[in-house]
C-alpha cells in the first residue's frame, strides 16, 4: 500500500464486502507497534493495545448491510460506553468507503451503502484515525478517534476516544472547539484525551477553517490527510 494516498473504493456488492474490507485494513494497520489481528467465529479483528486485546476494530458479515463494523474498549455491551458502530448510511445496494496510511496513523470513512455506481465517498466522511499517544512520562499508546458527524468542523458533535488506558470511551461535546465561524484560516492543535494525560504527536484537530478543507492538505508547512474535525500528519518524499 502507497503511503500518503486516499484509496476509494467504489460500488462493492454486498456479497463482497466482508473480504475486501478485511483485506484493505489487515494492510492499513500492518507495520504498526502493538497492533495485531485475529479471524475466528466469521468475524474480524484488529486489536491495537498490544497485548491486553481488550481494544480493537470489529468486522462482521451482515446479509443485509455486507458488513458491519464497530470499535470496542474492553468488551463491555454498552453501546457509547463500550462500544461504537463505525459505519454510515446502510439504505443501497453497494458499498463505498475511503482510507489512508501514513507513517503516523491511519485514516479511515465510515462505510456506506448506495445504489449509485459512481459514487465516491467524499473526504469530509473521514471519521476513523488511528496513530500514537504519548502520556506525561513519555510512554507511547496507541489510540483511536470516531467523531460523529461527517462534513461539520464547527458542528455540535460527539467525539470518541479510546487507547491503551482507556477502561471505557470517552465522549467529548466539541461544539465548543473551534474559533469561530468569521475565522478565515485552518488552525491544528495536538489531538488529546480530556480525561487522561495523553497528547498525539502526530494526530491534530482542525480548530477552524475556511471551507471544505478535507483530504490531502498543507497547513503550517505540514502535509496532513484531513477528515472531519482530525488529521494525520504525512511524511512527504
Known amino acids: 500500500m502507497e503511503l500518503n494516498k486516499i484509496y476509494r473504493r467504489q460500488y462493492i456488492d454486498l456479497n463482497n464486502v466482508y473480504d475486501t474490507v478485511k483485506a484493505d485494513f489487515t494492510e492499513l ?32 458479515p451482515s446479509n443485509s448491510t455486507g458488513a458491519v463494523i464497530t470499535m470496542h474498549c474492553n468488551d463491555g455491551s454498552s453501546e457509547q460506553r463500550d462500544w461504537i458502530n463505525l459505519c454510515g448510511n446502510v439504505n443501497g445496494s453497494y458499498f463505498s468507503y475511503s482510507f489512508a496510511k501514513t507513517n503516523y496513523g491511519v485514516v479511515f470513512s465510515v ?33 483511536f478517534i470516531h467523531t460523529g458527524a461527517a462534513n461539520d468542523d464547527m458542528g455540535n458533535t460527539y467525539i470518541t476516544y479510546c487507547t491503551d488506558l482507556h477502561d471505557t470511551l470517552e465522549n467529548v461535546e466539541i ?18 484525551s480530556y480525561t487522561k494525560p495523553l497528547v498525539a504527536p502526530r494526530l491534530y484537530k482542525k480548530l477552524q ?5 478535507f483530504g490531502k492538505i498543507r497547513v503550517g508547512g505540514k502535509t496532513l490527510i484531513a477528515g472531519s474535525h482530525f488529521a494525520v500528519e504525512c511524511t512527504e518524499e
Open 29 to 60: 494497520f500492518s507495520g504498526f507497534a502493538g497492533v495485531s489481528t485475529e479471524e475466528a467465529q466469521n468475524q474480524f479483528k484488529i486489536y491495537f493495545d498490544g497485548t491486553q486485546q481488550s481494544r480493537y476494530i470489529k468486522i462482521v
Open 111 to 143: 462505510l456506506s451503502t448506495t445504489n449509485d455506481s459512481t459514487y465516491s465517498i467524499p473526504d469530509c466522511y473521514i471519521q476513523n484515525f488511528f496513530s500514537t499517544f504519548e502520556d506525561e512520562y513519555g510512554n507511547t499508546v496507541n489510540g
Open 175 to 192: 461544539s465548543k472547539c473551534f474559533l469561530g465561524a468569521a475565522a478565515n484560516h485552518t488552525l491544528l492543535c495536538n489531538a488529546f
Open 209 to 213: 477553517t475556511e471551507g471544505s478543507v
